[in-house]
């Protein structure tokens, strides 16, 4: 009986020793995470570089366009709006207003991909957001500013994406945190 209470007893202790050890390497683990230098990317001083396959708002070129309305019959969605007339004497489609509601869109590119004269095209530009709804609904002329580019501006620090940085860099920022380095 003695024993038996004993051995109980032991077991106990070792498993409450193994439980505080593993709690232990734990904390070691969990406090070294605190060595390393953070990778969180300080939007809006710091933005990330999109990729060149990004699609973002889409830009527009009217007088590229025939009003083919390609775009609209790809479009899941149908979405853009071509306002065209027939012009008899020109036989000849002559377009009068395109727009797009980024409200509704939902960016897959298939309107660029499709469009038969390229006057569509994906724009690295994703800061969207207005108060008002309707301001999302781009005419030709919204649509056709040139975007933004992250690059070009001289205010924030740009950040390369993962496809970007070179063999062995697992991050973008400049003071290179990298495989290489951590390893050090
Ligand atoms: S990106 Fe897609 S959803 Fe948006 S207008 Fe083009 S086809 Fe339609
Ligand atoms: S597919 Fe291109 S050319 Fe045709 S209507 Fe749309 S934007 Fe214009």
């Known amino acids: 009986m003695f024993f038996s209470k004993m051995?109980?007893?032991?077991?106990?202790?070792?498993?409450?020793?193994?439980?505080?050890?593993?709690?232990?390497?734990g904390f070691i683990v969990t406090l070294d995470h605190m060595n390393r230098?953070?990778?969180?990317?300080?939007?809006?001083?710091?933005k990330l570089i999109p990729s060149e396959r990004f699609r973002g708002r889409i830009?527009?070129?009217?007088?590229?366009?025939?009003?083919?309305?390609?775009?609209?019959?790809?479009c899941p969605i149908n979405l853009p709006v071509v306002d065209w007339e027939l012009r008899k004497t020109m036989k000849k489609k002559q377009l009068k207003s395109y727009s797009i509601d980024f409200g509704i869109c939902i960016f897959c590119g298939n309107c660029v991909e499709y469009c038969p004269t390229n006057c569509l095209s994906m724009t690295e530009e994703y800061e969207l957001s207005t108060y008002d709804r309707h301001e999302l609904n781009y005419d030709q002329i919204a649509l056709?500013?040139?975007?933004?580019?992250?690059?070009?501006?001289?205010t924030i620090e740009i950040i390369s994406n993962l496809t970007s940085l070179s063999k062995r860099v697992m991050e973008g920022h400049s003071n290179s945190r990298n495989v290489t380095n951590s390893s050090n």
């Open 7 to 25: 051995t109980e007893f032991m077991n106990y202790s070792q498993q409450a020793i193994q439980a505080a050890r593993y709690i232990g390497q």
């Open 37 to 46: 230098l953070p990778m969180t990317i300080q939007y809006p001083y710091e």
């Open 59 to 74: 830009h527009f070129e009217f007088d590229k366009c025939i009003a083919c309305e390609v775009c609209v019959r790809v």
């Open 144 to 154: 056709s500013r040139l975007p933004i580019s992250i690059v070009e501006d001289s």
